[in-house]
């Protein structure tokens, strides 16, 4: 094994294909498949954590995050499907369980979902079983298992129910069903009519209620697995969606008319507020829910368009695949099916309602398709990528950061990196180009005519290029751009090139099975090895450039030495791709057709001996290690980039013997530079001009906030003046009434003395007479006792002798019994002999009906089949119609179960109140505890009434004058709402104007762009006509050598004849087509200058629409200002009303109870008691 090893560092790209590949950790970290790894991305320290895929794996299928944000349940293909769930809080992800189907065989599980409480698990399979299986996933326990759906019906989504462990959905091509765990088997709750209903995926908003995204673009609700009702999308945003659509379709194809595409709901996702959809491309919305338990849309959140292409680019019209939201609800993440990861801050969604927001990327933005090119430089931490999504793209390996960025015409092919980092070459289908780097661009420089440049590289030097056009190999000057050499000798394409240190060789290998080595010097091959039944993939030198290192379709690694094949790492079942060698000399690294990477240690083994490292999920395309032996970077067909940094045995990092110093020096242009001295310029007045209208608005505000708070200090002053005065007669009157209350006092003490002894003389009286009665009432009971004493013995005399009597009579009468039924027994033993013989003699005759009851109920059954296939379908309705009564009846029964336990507690209530009344009845014997009460009510009432006289009288002087204030407020406000919806109406009839424009702009340019397809059309056909004249010029050359030999001459003149004369007839119409291509120019200069007096009034009505709509914002501003403050001082207004009327009503009130209470203070307490 090699002593050298590699760790993976940093990936750029996204694995699409993948259910659910986009879930948070935690509030900064999200995790993603790259590759065949999983990767915990913390956005804010720009990190990351790798989870490694298993290696017989085929490929992932789906992730799902438990409700905690510990667990992550990764489902992977192969010949047994398996869901591996790590613990996301261990450091290198730990592997917890290893869950499969058991004895079913399954070989993928499309979607996965974790119940609430982490503790169960459930994964859909493919087809064509679509079963669903139930896991107890930490004892790996298959608890249930179902069948979904059927070949036809693809299942998209799985989840549990947030509120119930027990209760799961499971939604498709129609397939929308609800399974409830019961028993130990799923079963279906639900069985709602959708068959014809493409459902793409669903989210749970509350216990009962289930939303679902079609592919149709709606909204529905389901409620207890019932459809309720549709949630209605359409919106403005929408219709601008499709309207670009249409304006893209219209440019890529003007021939072909289409109807914009339909709106897919992609992706759904419910938080606190409501709930996130996807609303056809690079479109999100926003359902936030009203109180009228439905939802409305309150903001459409796009994917930005391209910042390097000005037209309508793909960016737009992504298809968001997955969203997330983080636990915090802070942040909203989305994954789209070209491999890019945006978000977007909820918060600046809340503040800023008005304006349009957009989604920016999370980390980089990443290649789509797959990378063709990889190459690094010596000067600068940089490493450029191509691939066939037409992006050339330059990313820093060392700060992580995609630097720049540009999209072609043209897929792109082969990359490669001078070694200042300064310049790029970059093949393509038609040409290949030599470019700047420029500080924020990529610039052509110079155009090579190598046609499908599928490799190109820098010498080590950066003086040379070599350029590979088939089996041909170019080598051009990088200082003059001339052809130096072109190396022929292979037969098939050459796959791969790489210069030796020196750059004194070059060794290239190709599809025929041939590796060279070519001197650079004279273009002569100095050795070569031929090996027909291997097509080679990658070459290169070795770190001293004694030998060479190949990989091919044989599945085996070479080094090869003067022509001879030295050394030979044994066959693999995985083929080789790509190799690359460390600059020490210590490791090779090869790239395999699984997107696996092995480190094979140099001098390489005779046996089976390297590391692997999962790394892609399709073949690595490049590899290549950086000057400094500190990084490898691979890329593959997936798409991704991915950063390994080199360790040794002990897990440290390498040190490099080669010292590398990176320079930080870019390249820019000096009209570049003139821009942004410029802009500078600009950017400064405009700072100075907002610093003193800042300055200006602050000294306004200061003078406003002074004399607001003058006014409120003077009225503070009067209103602590009055108060004093208040308080002062207060105690005036607090004083009277103590003296009063003294005098009252001195009163009542006298009558309730004398009150006291009358009633004592008179409860005496009533004691005697009440004793004299309890002695006569004893005597009466005495002599009563004796009479029924006497009764008694009477009484069981006459009962002993009717008992005599009574039994004589009876055993008479049982003697006559017996003899009855002894007879009855002889006649019932008769009668059951002939009821046997009648039974026999009907069953006889009853199997005989039987039979005919038979054959007609048979037929009677056949119709009955047919008719109930009629009613099941009714039974469907009338099971619906049952259950909504059914929910009605529960709610009936509720309401009956409360007006009970309201009942009962009434009667507690009356009960209570009662045995309150018997208690006040004792309580009327104390009257001295009353009367003290009394005294103590009387006087608080008094003083009451005192004060809310004064308060009766200032109460009705406020009231007037308020009434007074609030009229001419309220006439204002009525007449600022009418200018405000005269403004509105303006900015409608402008809005309109501007649409109208904008259709005239859109249509001159598609006229424009098909004049400019027609030109170039013709100017092909006049390059065409160019090279057949010269072909026919060096043909003419070469006729002319065989002026001495006629019978050559005549040979060369037929020739000539039969391949040029078939093409005359272009060459008489050129004078025709010049006619044309005048007519062709006037047309267009008339276009062109149409559509420059159309740019220039749309500019003008633009800025008029501008003046306007500020002037109209400025009034609109101050309007709401001063509506609010009126709406605050009616607010105010409206309270000191209503607490003055309670005031008034408690005054009346107590006016009420005084006069009876002055007349009658004996009889008031009994009152007060039982009240």
């Given at each position: 094994?090699?002593?050298?090893?590699?760790?993976?560092?940093?990936?750029?790209?996204?694995?699409?294909?993948?259910?659910?590949?986009?879930?948070?950790?935690?509030?900064?970290?999200?995790?993603?498949?790259?590759?065949?790894?999983?990767?915990?991305?913390?956005?804010?320290?720009?990190?990351?954590?790798?989870?490694?895929?298993?290696?017989?794996?085929?490929?992932?299928?789906?992730?799902?995050?438990?409700?905690?944000?510990?667990?992550?349940?990764?489902?992977?293909?192969?010949?047994?499907?398996?869901?591996?769930?790590?613990?996301?809080?261990?450091?290198?992800?730990?592997?917890?369980?290893?869950?499969?189907?058991?004895?079913?065989?399954?070989?993928?599980?499309?979607?996965?979902?974790?119940?609430?409480?982490?503790?169960?698990?459930?994964?859909q399979a493919g087809g064509p079983e679509w079963m669903l299986i139930f896991w107890l996933w930490e004892k790996q326990k298959v608890l249930a298992s179902v069948k979904t759906s059927n070949v036809n019906n693809p299942i998209t989504q799985v989840s549990f129910n947030p509120y119930n462990n027990m209760q799961l959905c499971v939604s498709g091509t129609g397939v929308f069903k609800l399974f409830r765990y019961s028993e130990g088997a799923l079963k279906q709750s639900s069985f709602p009519k959708v068959e014809t209903i493409n459902f793409l995926c669903h989210t749970w908003v509350s216990a009962e209620r289930v939303i679902a995204g079609t592919d149709t673009g709606r909204l529905l609700v389901f409620e207890s697995g019932d459809l309720r009702r549709e949630i209605n999308t359409t919106a403005k945003a929408a219709q601008e969606q499709n309207d670009r659509q249409v304006e893209r379709r219209k440019i890529k194809?003007?021939?072909?008319?289409?109807?914009?595409?339909?709106?897919?709901?992609?992706?759904?996702?419910?938080?606190?507020?409501?709930?996130?959809?996807?609303?056809?491309?690079?479109?999100?919305?926003?359902?936030?829910?009203?109180?009228?338990?439905?939802?409305?849309?309150?903001?459409?959140?796009?994917?930005?368009?391209?910042?390097?292409?000005?037209?309508?680019?793909?960016?737009?019209?992504?298809?968001?695949?997955?969203?997330?939201?983080?636990?915090?609800?802070?942040?909203?993440?989305?994954?789209?099916?070209?491999?890019?990861?945006?978000?977007?801050?909820?918060?600046?969604?809340?503040?800023?309602?008005?304006?349009?927001?957009?989604?920016?990327?999370?980390?980089?933005?990443?290649?789509?398709?797959?990378?063709?090119?990889?190459?690094?430089?010596?000067?600068?931490?940089?490493?450029?990528?191509?691939?066939?999504?037409?992006?050339?793209?330059?990313?820093?390996?060392?700060?992580?950061?995609?630097?720049?960025?540009?999209?072609?015409?043209?897929?792109?092919?082969?990359?490669?990196?001078?070694?200042?980092?300064?310049?790029?070459?970059?093949?393509?289908?038609?040409?290949?180009?030599?470019?700047?780097?420029?500080?924020?661009?990529?610039?052509?420089?110079?155009?090579?005519?190598?046609?499908?440049?599928?490799?190109?590289?820098?010498?080590?030097?950066?003086?040379?290029?070599?350029?590979?056009?088939?089996?041909?190999?170019?080598?051009?000057?990088?200082?003059?751009?001339?052809?130096?050499?072109?190396?022929?000798?292979?037969?098939?394409?050459?796959?791969?090139?790489?210069?030796?240190?020196?750059?004194?060789?070059?060794?290239?290998?190709?599809?025929?099975?041939?590796?060279?080595?070519?001197?650079?010097?004279?273009?002569?091959?100095?050795?070569?090895?031929?090996?027909?039944?291997?097509?080679?993939?990658?070459?290169?030198?070795?770190?001293?450039?004694?030998?060479?290192?190949?990989?091919?379709?044989?599945?085996?690694?070479?080094?090869?030495?003067?022509?001879?094949?030295?050394?030979?790492?044994?066959?693999?079942?995985?083929?080789?791709?790509?190799?690359?060698?460390?600059?020490?000399?210590?490791?090779?690294?090869?790239?395999?057709?699984?997107?696996?990477?092995?480190?094979?240690?140099?001098?390489?083994?005779?046996?089976?001996?390297?590391?692997?490292?999962?790394?892609?999920?399709?073949?690595?395309?490049?590899?290549?290690?950086?000057?400094?032996?500190?990084?490898?970077?691979?890329?593959?067909?997936?798409?991704?980039?991915?950063?390994?940094?080199?360790?040794?045995?002990?897990?440290?990092?390498?040190?490099?013997?080669?010292?590398?110093?990176?320079?930080?020096?870019?390249?820019?242009?000096?009209?570049?530079?003139?821009?942004?001295?410029?802009?500078?310029?600009?950017?400064?007045?405009?700072?100075?001009?907002?610093?003193?209208?800042?300055?200006?608005?602050?000294?306004?505000?200061?003078?406003?906030?002074?004399?607001?708070?003058?006014?409120?200090?003077?009225?503070?002053?009067?209103?602590?003046?009055?108060?004093?005065?208040?308080?002062?007669?207060?105690?005036?009157?607090?004083?009277?009434?103590?003296?009063?209350?003294?005098?009252?006092?001195?009163?009542?003490?006298?009558?309730?003395?004398?009150?006291?002894?009358?009633?004592?003389?008179?409860?005496?009286?009533?004691?005697?007479?009440?004793?004299?009665?309890?002695?006569?009432?004893?005597?009466?009971?005495?002599?009563?006792?004796?009479?029924?004493?006497?009764?008694?013995?009477?009484?069981?005399?006459?009962?002993?002798?009717?008992?005599?009597?009574?039994?004589?009579?009876?055993?008479?009468?049982?003697?006559?019994?017996?003899?009855?039924?002894?007879?009855?027994?002889?006649?019932?033993?008769?009668?059951?002999?002939?009821?046997?013989?009648?039974?026999?003699?009907?069953?006889?005759?009853?199997?005989?009906?039987?039979?005919?009851?038979?054959?007609?109920?048979?037929?009677?059954?056949?119709?009955?089949?047919?008719?109930?296939?009629?009613?099941?379908?009714?039974?469907?309705?009338?099971?619906?119609?049952?259950?909504?009564?059914?929910?009605?009846?529960?709610?009936?029964?509720?309401?009956?179960?409360?007006?009970?336990?309201?009942?009962?507690?009434?009667?507690?209530?009356?009960?209570?109140?009662?045995?309150?009344?018997?208690?006040?009845?004792?309580?009327?014997?104390?009257?001295?505890?009353?009367?003290?009460?009394?005294?103590?009510?009387?006087?608080?009432?008094?003083?009451?009434?005192?004060?809310?006289?004064?308060?009766?009288?200032?109460?009705?002087?406020?009231?007037?004058?308020?009434?007074?204030?609030?009229?001419?407020?309220?006439?204002?406000?009525?007449?600022?709402?009418?200018?405000?919806?005269?403004?509105?109406?303006?900015?409608?009839?402008?809005?309109?104007?501007?649409?109208?424009?904008?259709?005239?702009?859109?249509?001159?340019?598609?006229?424009?762009?098909?004049?400019?397809?027609?030109?170039?059309?013709?100017?092909?056909?006049?390059?065409?006509?160019?090279?057949?004249?010269?072909?026919?010029?060096?043909?003419?050359?070469?006729?002319?050598?065989?002026?001495?030999?006629?019978?050559?001459?005549?040979?060369?003149?037929?020739?000539?004849?039969?391949?040029?004369?078939?093409?005359?007839?272009?060459?008489?119409?050129?004078?025709?087509?010049?006619?044309?291509?005048?007519?062709?120019?006037?047309?267009?200069?008339?276009?062109?200058?149409?559509?420059?007096?159309?740019?220039?009034?749309?500019?003008?009505?633009?800025?008029?629409?501008?003046?306007?709509?500020?002037?109209?914002?400025?009034?609109?501003?101050?309007?709401?200002?001063?509506?609010?403050?009126?709406?605050?001082?009616?607010?105010?207004?409206?309270?000191?009303?209503?607490?003055?009327?309670?005031?008034?009503?408690?005054?009346?009130?107590?006016?009420?109870?005084?006069?009876?209470?002055?007349?009658?203070?004996?009889?008031?307490?009994?009152?007060?008691?039982?009240?």
């Amino acid at each position: 094994m090699s002593t050298v090893g590699a760790q993976s560092h940093f990936s750029f790209g996204l694995r699409t294909g993948v259910a659910n590949n986009l879930c948070f950790f935690d509030e900064q970290t999200v995790v993603y498949p790259c590759g065949n790894t999983c990767v915990c991305y913390n956005t804010v320290q720009r990190c990351q954590r790798f989870i490694p895929g298993s290696e017989k794996s085929k490929g992932m299928r789906a992730l799902a995050i438990s409700a905690n944000r510990r667990y992550l349940a990764v489902s992977e293909c192969g010949e047994k499907a398996t869901i591996t769930v790590f613990d996301l809080q261990h450091e290198q992800g730990r592997k917890r369980k290893v869950l499969t189907a058991g004895d079913v065989l399954v070989q993928e599980f499309v979607c996965m979902a974790f119940s609430p409480d982490s503790k169960y698990l459930i994964g859909q399979a493919g087809g064509p079983e679509w079963m669903l299986i139930f896991w107890l996933w930490e004892k790996q326990k298959v608890l249930a298992s179902v069948k979904t759906s059927n070949v036809n019906n693809p299942i998209t989504q799985v989840s549990f129910n947030p509120y119930n462990n027990m209760q799961l959905c499971v939604s498709g091509t129609g397939v929308f069903k609800l399974f409830r765990y019961s028993e130990g088997a799923l079963k279906q709750s639900s069985f709602p009519k959708v068959e014809t209903i493409n459902f793409l995926c669903h989210t749970w908003v509350s216990a009962e209620r289930v939303i679902a995204g079609t592919d149709t673009g709606r909204l529905l609700v389901f409620e207890s697995g019932d459809l309720r009702r549709e949630i209605n999308t359409t919106a403005k945003a929408a219709q601008e969606q499709n309207d670009r659509q249409v304006e893209r379709r219209k440019i890529k194809d003007t021939d072909v008319d289409e109807a914009p595409t339909v709106s897919r709901i992609t992706a759904i996702l419910s938080y606190s507020k409501g709930f996130v959809c996807s609303l056809g491309p690079g479109t999100v919305c926003l359902f936030e829910k009203t109180e009228e338990d439905s939802y409305r849309k309150t903001k459409d959140i796009q994917i930005p368009p391209d910042p390097y292409n000005n037209e309508v680019t793909p960016a737009e019209s992504q298809e968001i695949h997955t969203m997330c939201i983080s636990p915090a609800e802070e942040t909203l993440a989305l994954s789209t099916d070209q491999g890019q990861l945006y978000s977007v801050s909820l918060s600046s969604v809340d503040i800023n309602k008005e304006e349009k927001l957009h989604f920016e990327f999370l980390s980089q933005s990443f290649h789509s398709k797959s990378i063709t090119g990889l190459s690094v430089c010596l000067w600068k931490p940089l490493v450029a990528t191509c691939s066939l999504d037409h992006s050339v793209r330059i990313w820093n390996y060392e700060t992580k950061v995609l630097e720049l960025y540009k999209e072609f015409l043209e897929e792109a092919y082969s990359v490669a990196l001078h070694p200042t980092g300064l310049f790029i070459l970059v093949g393509f289908s038609d040409k290949l180009r030599l470019m700047n780097l420029v500080m924020d661009d990529i610039r052509t420089l110079k155009e090579f005519t190598v046609r499908g440049c599928r490799e190109c590289a820098f010498s080590h030097g950066g003086h040379m290029f070599a350029a590979v056009s088939g089996n041909v190999i170019h080598i051009y000057s990088v200082s003059s751009f001339e052809n130096i050499l072109n190396l022929k000798g292979h037969n098939g394409k050459v796959r791969g090139i790489e210069w030796s240190l020196d750059d004194s060789r070059l060794v290239s290998c190709g599809t025929d099975g041939a590796v060279y080595e070519w001197k650079t010097q004279t273009g002569k091959r100095e050795s070569e090895s031929v090996l027909k039944s291997c097509s080679y993939t990658g070459v290169a030198f070795s770190s001293d450039c004694k030998t060479i290192l190949a990989v091919g379709t044989d599945l085996t690694l070479k080094e090869i030495e003067d022509c001879q094949v030295l050394r030979e790492v044994p066959a693999d079942e995985i083929a080789h791709t790509a190799v690359a060698v460390s600059h020490s000399g210590r490791v090779v690294f090869t790239g395999t057709s699984s997107g696996s990477i092995r480190a094979i240690k140099y001098p390489l083994p005779t046996q089976k001996d390297w590391i692997m490292y999962q790394a892609h999920c399709g073949p690595v395309t490049k590899m290549v290690m950086t000057f400094d032996d500190q990084f490898l970077l691979t890329v593959s067909e997936d798409g991704c980039l991915l950063i390994w940094k080199m360790i040794d045995k002990e897990g440290r990092g390498l040190k490099s013997n080669r010292h590398i110093i990176h320079t930080e020096e870019i390249l820019v242009t000096k009209s570049d530079l003139e821009e942004k001295t410029q802009n500078m310029l600009e950017l400064k007045m405009r700072l100075e001009e907002l610093q003193m209208e800042n300055e200006y608005q602050l000294r306004l505000k200061d003078m406003n906030y002074n004399e607001k708070m003058k006014e409120i200090s003077d009225k503070s002053t009067q209103q602590i003046e009055s108060l004093k005065t208040t308080q002062q007669a207060m105690r005036t009157e607090m004083e009277k009434q103590e003296r009063e209350h003294r005098e009252r006092s001195t009163e009542l003490t006298v009558k309730q003395s004398k009150e006291l002894k009358d009633l004592e003389l008179s409860y005496s009286q009533k004691l005697i007479v009440e004793h004299e009665r309890y002695q006569d009432l004893q005597h009466k009971y005495q002599r009563m006792q004796e009479d029924y004493e006497k009764q008694l013995q009477s009484a069981e005399e006459s009962k002993i002798q009717a008992l005599e009597e009574l039994t004589q009579s009876y055993e008479a009468k049982l003697q006559e019994k017996t003899r009855d039924l002894a007879q009855c027994q002889e006649d019932a033993q008769q009668q059951m002999r002939e009821f046997k013989e009648i039974i026999r003699q009907m069953e006889e005759d009853e199997e005989r009906i039987v039979h005919d009851i038979q054959l007609k109920y048979e037929k009677k059954l056949h119709t009955e089949r047919e008719t109930n296939t009629n009613l099941k379908g009714e039974t469907g309705v009338m099971t619906q119609k049952f259950h909504s009564l059914q929910r009605q009846i529960s709610d009936r029964c509720t309401d009956i179960t409360q007006l009970k336990q309201e009942r009962q507690a009434l009667l507690g209530l009356i009960r209570s109140l009662e045995s309150d009344i018997e208690d006040l009845k004792r309580q009327i014997a104390g009257l001295e505890k009353s009367n003290r009460d009394k005294d103590q009510t009387i006087c608080g009432l008094k003083k009451k009434n005192q004060e809310l006289e004064k308060l009766r009288f200032v109460l009705d002087f406020q009231l007037n004058e308020l009434k007074k204030q609030t009229e001419p407020q309220q006439d204002e406000i009525s007449e600022k709402k009418e200018r405000i919806r005269q403004l509105e109406e303006e900015l409608v009839q402008t809005d309109k104007s501007n649409t109208q424009l904008k259709l005239t702009v859109s249509e001159l340019r598609l006229k424009l762009r098909s004049r400019d397809k027609e030109m170039h059309k013709e100017m092909q056909k006049a390059k065409d006509l160019e090279t057949h004249l010269q072909r026919l010029q060096s043909d003419l050359h070469n006729c002319v050598g065989f002026i001495q030999e006629p019978k050559k001459l005549k040979d060369s003149v037929q020739t000539m004849y039969a391949r040029y004369v078939s093409q005359t007839n272009g060459v008489e119409k050129s004078s025709v087509d010049e006619d044309i291509q005048r007519a062709f120019c006037l047309q267009r200069d008339h276009l062109e200058r149409t559509v420059n007096g159309l740019k220039m009034r749309l500019a003008k009505s633009n800025e008029e629409h501008e003046k306007v709509y500020v002037r109209i914002m400025k009034e609109n501003v101050t309007l709401i200002t001063e509506i609010n403050e009126l709406r605050k001082e009616l607010r105010l207004v409206r309270t000191q009303v209503k607490d003055y009327k309670a005031q008034l009503a408690t005054y009346r009130k107590s006016n009420k109870s005084r006069p009876s209470s002055d007349t009658g203070p004996k009889k008031e307490p009994k009152h007060e008691d039982v009240s």
